[in-house]
Every structure is written in C-alpha cells, then in structure tokens.
C-alpha cells in the first residue's frame, strides 16, 4: 500500500456531495492526508454563437459559481485537519477524462467517487475510471457511513488478489486494530457435481476443504502484522459469485469490499478483472475500494492523447 497524499473528490452539486466529503475528511485525518482535489466536471456547454456574443462570459460565471458553490460546502461539511491543503477544481468537458488528467498532472493516490442508488445518475464513470486510472479507486454508494470497522477481501488466491489482501491488511492496521477484516473465497458447484456419485451437500464439502487447503498454503506467503483475518468459504451454486459477495458484505455489515485490480500496462490492462467488473456494476449497496498499484494503469496516456 502506498501512501495516501492526495485525494481526488469527485462532487456533482447533489446530496451524495455531502457523504463524499465526509469519507474525504475521515480517509484524510487517518492517513494524515496532504492536498485533496475536490473537482466538478460540466458536460460540454456550447452556445449559438449569437448568444456567445451577447453573453460572452457566461460559461465563466457558470465555473466560478460551482467552484464558490463547492467551496462553501466543503467549509461546512469538513473539519479542520492540521497540514491539509484543498483545492477546488471546475472543469468543462468528459468527466472521465478530465479527472483521468487530473490525476496523472497531480500524482494523485486515491480517487473518491459517488454510486447513485435513488438519486438519479448513472455508473459509466466508475467503469471508466476503474479501467483507466493509475491509482486506488473508492466508489461510495449514497447514505453509506465512513467507518472502516470491516472489511471483507474477496479473493481466488491469485496474485491480485493476494495484493488486496495485503492492502486491506495495511488498512486494518491504519484504522487501530480493532478493524475485522474478512477474506472470502467464493467457489463454483458444479451443476454435474451428482455424475460423481456424491449429493450435494457432499461435494460442496469437498470442495470447501479444497478451498480451506488453498487459504493455509496462501497466508503463509502473507505478513498478517499481527491483524486477525477470518476466513470465510461460499459456495456458488448459480454462476453469480459478485452476489455471493455483496451478500457476504451485507451479512457481514461490513463498511468496505476491497478487491484488487489486475495492474497491468497497456492495452491490456483494460480488462481489470471480471470479479472487479461485475462487482463495480453490481453492488450499489457497500463502499467498494479498487486496489490498483500506484502507476500501474491501462495505457492512460494513450486515452488523454485523445482530450
């Protein structure tokens, strides 16, 4: 895990603003944080030219108000924090690609971005975003509460995923110690699991003790510090392993999923993981932190070549 300095905060002027700068302010108070970005993007605004010369400095009072606008939540909503610098940041244009450049320009670490649930909006730019960016990325659901008290690491004993577990371990270790963290392996029945002659519940033992054999050969390769990490074993049984795991996470109450991003360069790294996919599509009910080693992203310079 490295060092959490700057944080991207990705506001739009509508109620989810509010639960932003509260995870802003606790991840920033923790992690003893030293800038944080708050950033609004407006969609590309064209006006007929006729009215471009009668008002020739709209699209200008339009920025400074969301920049003032900004300004007066955040000195509402955040505490002061000792050593913390903010900036506000309005920009015209994709948002994608605007915090995509903000982010290589300022050598940001984490990216905070909000998941509509009743509010209206949509989740492309946290697809984007997770593909695209060369950093961490936390995508926070309206009304959820900034607590790191639980974390669950799904996992299938890969190395991304071993990556994760050490990142939710450092986070664990970051919040006190008191933080319970989860590791989950979510494992697939089979549907010809009765041509070996076993039932089901059988087999789905069998397969557990598989997984509890990979889970032992697995954390010994994993400096724990010290932090007590529960196993947890799902079966599978309808090929939908990311509802396995929200399920787990809601069972669980836990306050973060943690999954890591696959890390590769170029053109490839654009596919970050089928489980991170499906996850960012589908859960919209608990925080979900995108691990991505800092640097490591999928040819986003060939992505701001076209801005």
């Not at 049984?237 to 999923?257: F, G, H, K, M, R």
């Amino acid at each position: 895990m490295y060092p959490i300095k700057k944080l991207i905060v990705c506001l739009d002027q509508s109620p989810l603003d509010q639960t932003l700068i509260a995870f802003a302010g606790f991840i920033a108070k923790v992690n003893q944080v030293k800038k944080i970005y708050f950033t609004n993007v407006i969609k590309n605004f064209s006006l007929p030219k006729e009215m471009q010369e009668e008002f020739p400095t709209l699209i200008e009072q339009m920025l400074a108000e969301r920049k003032a606008y900004m300004e007066e939540l955040v000195a509402a909503q955040l505490p002061k924090i000792k050593g913390l610098e903010l900036s506000f940041v309005v920009k015209e244009g994709n948002l994608s690609k605007k915090i995509l450049k903000l982010v290589e320009e300022k050598s940001v670490d984490l990216i905070l971005l909000g998941r509509k649930v009743e509010l209206v909006g949509t989740g492309v730019a946290s697809q984007r975003l997770s593909r695209r960016a060369s950093c961490s990325l936390l995508i926070i659901p309206e009304k959820s509460q900034p607590k790191f008290n639980k974390l669950l690491v799904p996992s299938d004993f890969s190395e991304h995923s071993k990556n994760a577990l050490e990142e939710g371990i450092l986070w664990a270790k970051k919040y006190g110690g008191e933080t319970e963290l989860f590791f989950q392996n979510v494992f697939t029945v089979p549907s010809g699991y009765h041509f070996t002659g076993k039932s089901f519940e059988e087999f789905t033992q069998l397969l557990k003790k598989d997984s509890e054999s990979s889970f032992k050969k697995f954390i010994r390769k994993i400096d724990t510090k010290g932090i007590q990490i529960t196993p947890v074993y799902t079966p599978d049984e309808d090929d939908n392993p990311v509802q396995e795991i929200v399920s787990t996470a809601l069972e669980l109450q836990a306050d973060v999923i943690l999954i890591g991003a696959k890390g590769k360069t170029g053109a490839t790294a654009l596919h970050i993981g089928s489980m991170a996919e499906r996850l960012i599509q589908f859960n919209n009910r608990v925080p979900l932190l995108v691990s991505r080693p800092k640097g490591k992203n999928a040819g986003v310079l060939d992505y701001l070549v076209e801005i």
